[in-house]
């Protein structure tokens, strides 16, 4: 039984490997420079080139290796060029440009700033954004003049956070994420109840219809559903957001209803001759008990709210009432180019909050997992 258990570690361990390397790329992603961002093959480890460039120490990016002696010229009217040795002669730089296939050529007068070695590498200054590309300075060393060393950008993360108003974006978020559990913990509980704890005609009937509106995708509810919010003047707010979680949901009616069944019946019987109405049977007895169940619908609840897109991106047309999933699209979609390593910086930043309520609720979650469904 042992040598079973440790075969299926050793099947399931690379498996579970694989459905890591999105998150271990985003986390790189967001520790490095821009011009490791994306950069094929993958860069996994962020590192950090220096060099002296015009007599300054510098970050630099390494572009290429001189595979023949070259040339540092200055030309007047096309500024700093790197050009073949052979391109230069006697203060007259030659300049081949392909224009509509054809090579033309020309002779600028230039002035020798620099003779360069074959083998030497081409650098540049690193900048933190792709827009100041045409302003980084360069120059052309030795490789052995380059170093190169581990180093983790963890300016991306205060880059990422002044790019957008990421703590009103938080603000919102977090607010509707606290309605939607609220109104989802009431409403499904309160339901679950009387699914589960009292006997009247058509019960079992009306919970498989229920359940059978998990069938129902949500594309073919979505244009009905916003024509309804527009006609009550809800569009542009954040209540249908809210609001429909106070109306129940199948999957959690279903949840806590199995849990409700593992409760002894005896509970309840005792507190009915004791005069307890069902209202309080429901708030004094059954919720205290289903303290794990409702955790589990609460952090479902919470992470589906806080990684919600669709719904923001229907609803909301103003910027300040954007939530944290909306503002990373319009983040990505207003800086023209995307810019991956703030983009990552800013994921990872989202992702933080998930990571850190799960691991502190994990107890709970997994108590209300295991014992959901069974019923006592």
Request: positive net charge; contains cysteine.
């Amino acid at each position: 039984m042992e040598r079973r258990a440790w075969l299926w570690h050793f099947i399931l361990a690379p498996l579970a490997a694989v459905f890591l390397f999105p998150l271990v790329w985003m986390v790189s992603t967001a520790l490095k420079p821009v011009d490791q961002a994306m950069r094929m093959p993958p860069v996994w480890i962020p590192r950090a080139h220096y060099a002296v460039v015009e007599g300054e120490r510098m970050r630099v990016v390494p572009r290429r290796t001189n595979a023949v002696e070259s040339v540092i010229v200055d030309v007047d009217t096309r500024g700093r060029m790197l050009l073949p040795a052979d391109a230069y002669h006697e203060g007259t730089a030659v300049v081949v440009r392909m224009i509509g296939g054809l090579a033309r050529t020309n002779a600028y007068a230039a002035r020798l700033k620099k003779r360069v070695p074959a083998g030497w590498m081409l650098v540049m200054e690193e900048l933190t954004t792709i827009s100041a590309e045409q302003q980084r300075r360069w120059d052309c060393v030795p490789p052995e003049a380059v170093e190169r060393r581990v180093e983790l950008a963890w300016r991306n993360f205060a880059a990422a956070v002044r790019a957008i108003p990421f703590g009103r974006y938080t603000l919102n978020t977090l607010m509707l994420c606290l309605l939607t559990m609220l109104g989802t913990t009431l409403s499904n509980s309160l339901v679950a109840y009387g699914f589960a704890r009292i006997d009247w005609p058509g019960r079992d009937f009306y919970f498989a219809v229920t359940l059978a509106t998990m069938m129902v995708p949500f594309p073919v509810t979505m244009i009905s559903l916003y024509a309804l919010f527009k006609n009550l003047g809800w569009v542009g707010t954040w209540l249908p957001l809210w609001v429909p979680s106070f109306f129940g949901g199948a999957f959690n009616i279903f949840l806590l209803r199995q849990f409700y069944l593992s409760i002894p019946n005896d509970l309840t019987e005792a507190a009915r001759i004791d005069g307890c109405s069902e209202f309080q049977i429901y708030w004094r007895i059954i919720l205290p008990l289903s303290k794990p169940a409702l955790a589990v619908v609460a952090l479902f609840q919470f992470m589906g709210t806080w990684n919600d897109f669709m719904g923001p991106l229907l609803y909301l047309n103003d910027q300040n009432k954007f939530t944290l999933s909306l503002g990373l699209q319009f983040f990505q979609s207003q800086s023209g180019g995307t810019e991956w390593h703030l983009l990552m910086a800013a994921s990872t930043l989202m992702l933080l909050p998930i990571l850190v309520l799960f691991f502190f609720t994990q107890k709970q979650f997994i108590q209300g997992i295991v014992t959901t469904g069974m019923k006592g």
